[in-house]
């Protein structure tokens, strides 16, 4: 199968891949140069495809495709065109890009819809600036915190500032926020970044869900002493208390039919020598799961297990929790419309969810939510080796577009 | 029972822990002007106790209190009279000056034996400054090992130039070398470091064994990855591996009719964030047991448990041994003087080994070695709460005292 779109969408991934902070890496940063050189480019492939464009408030690219007739309520495209630090470059782009391309299409064959179209490219999703995620959909879905404004960089610059000097008036940010009457739907085209649709051999699979997740802190206190003079049965080893909770953690997600994910990424032993017994461990636990009840019942059947474990040996537990967010469900509707286009392009049809924090968490308050996940290789990303092959970048672009034309509202008989 | 020694030794370890780098926490490192202040103290202590004194070329303390004539053999008593930082003041000290109490005690009762004693008090055990331990017994071993005389502190200072500025000949180390012929046997009294006496309710006992240890660097590594995209049953983590270990570790060390102790006293995950799961673990693993072919079975088995659980894991694992010391068994003819003056004293015989290292295990070499151990508070030991309650330091002078004098050497019917 010749590439339909792919060709163009890996050629515009990798010339906005060159506007980086960094020649080697990519690194695009909110309210940067590199924000502003990406953000004409993407604008002008937005007018190229046939789009009025906008520049909010917040620095979103904004670009509309009108239906039928002017002033129609329209479907909702996006992603981000920030980056991590040392970034791969699809992550964002690919769903934004193909967006474009897909408009770009029904541009060229003059395909008017029942609906207008926007694709909207987000400022700042990563929150690596100021510590904040989901800037630039925050500011559409009406829900930006104006406290965050006082953030500041590491370079002691605050987001008010930064705006400023972009050339931007956090005043006008409200103007940004979108309602709910405007929107029929907000669809979004992301990398998988994780190994589940390799492992499938399918090029693209359907989300069921944005997981919540949870996050703690937890740290255990036992008695430091002398690798060699405190026999096993007189110890209170706070690591070898630790390393019974992980193993705990993970054995309980393992085998968890509901589907969480559990990771313990971060862990301190103090004083951390050799020969010396740990008196105190600290560590972190990331909990994911579809739904918020479900994630709920599992942090406290985990926290029970890790009571039940520092009580037996005699350890001090402190858990605290860190961050939560709530859990955000793709709309039946859409996934069943998102489902129609995977079987008309050819392919299995195959749900998964999305464990990674996406742009729909802030949308989902102005519109109902879908998103259509593409393979990435060995599921790496934010990593300069995330890729996407062009035959899957060309499937998720088909796909796309063949949900746009077979589109139908909400409650709209077939 | 009112205090024999006990009070004279108790205010003899409060002057000498007056001595020290910082006024509030004890702190008496090798060559430092607190190591000379200790040095003339102790000789004094030692004059005074009957002893012809001497400062060796390493600068060890040594007196000798003759027999009932000129140039017996004699019976060695010793510790060290150095600390690590921010010490206790009975680690070390309390052996020392226990011994010269003793020798004090024959003195004023113009009591000969058909020995000599020397009481030796060792510059240097903990080897704080140069990282190398057991200097002062080493020298006396006659192991003395020359090319650590090129090892700097952390200021740049070689060990050479020290002991010039100390004013000790580095040329003249080999002359503080003693010969087989010349001990019957070298004694050691100790605080147990350990939490196992005030366990069993003792002020002493005896030791069967100075462990030795294996020092082990692990490290495993997986696939990093993202805390919510990868499902747990395609991950590689790393530290959930590492966990396991450490929960394998303890389990084999608590059940092993060995007694062998093993311990994780350093773990570093990388990256190290929250959302991200562990692509590599380093951690070290001590493993002391009382006999060294026990030791080495169990570090093969440790090192087997540990590769099963890499290898299920799809974990690379990487083990290096970086430390290994021998283990130093206390002669059975010592040990059963040792508990015939515990007995004698109406204490129960308690048999224990020491995890921590001593200079026995340097005097090996030169002489068949004993030790006794007196109870100290908690277990705690390097820390300034270290504590000796003035009753067990009496009853180890009555067992060390009692033991002196009805000291047989090695084949001599009773």
């Known amino acids: 199968m010749s590439s339909f779109l792919g060709d163009e969408i890996v050629g515009r991934i990798s010339r906005l891949a060159a506007i980086s902070e960094t020649s080697e890496q990519l ?22 495809a046939g789009m009025h464009v906008q520049f909010d408030a ?8 009108e239906g039928e007739r002017p002033a129609l309520p329209c479907l909702m495209l996006g992603s981000h065109y920030d980056s991590v630090r040392e970034a791969g470059k699809w992550d964002g782009p690919l769903g934004l890009i193909t967006a474009i391309s897909c408009v770009a299409d029904l541009h060229k064959r003059e395909r008017r819809l029942p609906f207008a179209i926007e694709v909207i490219g987000f400022a700042d999703e990563e929150g690596v600036r100021f510590a904040s995620t989901l800037l630039g959909s925050r500011a559409v ?6 406290r965050v404004l006082d953030a500041k960089d590491n370079a002691g610059i605050s987001m008010r500032d930064a705006l400023f000097q972009f050339g931007l008036d956090p005043a006008h940010i409200g103007a940004a926020a979108r309602s709910r009457s405007e929107l029929l739907a907000y669809i979004e085209l992301h990398i998988e970044q994780g190994p589940v649709l390799e492992a499938q051999n399918l090029p693209v699979g359907v989300v069921t869900a944005i997981s919540g997740a949870t996050r703690l802190a937890a740290s255990l206190t036992g008695m430091a002493g002398h690798a060699g003079t405190v026999p096993m049965l007189l110890r209170r080893d706070a690591l070898a208390g630790a390393a019974e909770c992980i193993v705990a953690i993970e ?14 990424g971060y862990i301190h032993a103090m004083p951390g020598a050799t020969n010396v017994i740990p008196g105190q461990v600290s560590f972190t636990i990331d ?3 579809v739904s918020d009840a479900h994630r709920n019942l599992a942090v406290a059947d985990i926290v029970r297990k890790i009571e039940d474990i520092a009580r037996r040996r005699k350890l001090l537990l402190q858990v605290d929790v860190t961050h939560e967010n709530r859990t955000v469900p793709c709309a039946p509707w859409l996934k069943a419309q998102v489902s129609e286009a995977i079987t008309g392009e050819g392919y299995r049809v195959f749900e998964l969810p999305s464990g990674a924090g996406h742009d729909g968490m802030a949308m989902i308050d102005i519109a109902d939510v879908a998103m259509v996940f593409v393979r990435c290789r060995g599921g790496i990303s934010h990593h300069p080796d995330e890729h996407v092959d062009v035959a899957d970048a060309d499937a998720g672009a088909r796909v796309l577009l063949r949900l746009i ?8 008989r077939e």
Chains 1, 2 share one sequence.
């Open 27 to 48: 690194t695009r940063i909110f309210l940067t140069e590199e924000h502003r050189a990406a953000a004409d480019l993407l604008l002008s492939w937005m007018r190229d």
């Open 58 to 65: 917040i620095g979103n690219v904004c670009g509309r495709y």
């Open 141 to 146: 879905a009406g829900t930006f915190d104006e």
């Open 251 to 264: 054995e309980f997600c393992r085998t968890d039919r509901g589907g969480s994910v559990g990771t313990v």
């Open 287 to 289: 909990l994911r799961a």
């Open 405 to 412: 034309e077979n589109f139908r509202p909400r409650g709209t």
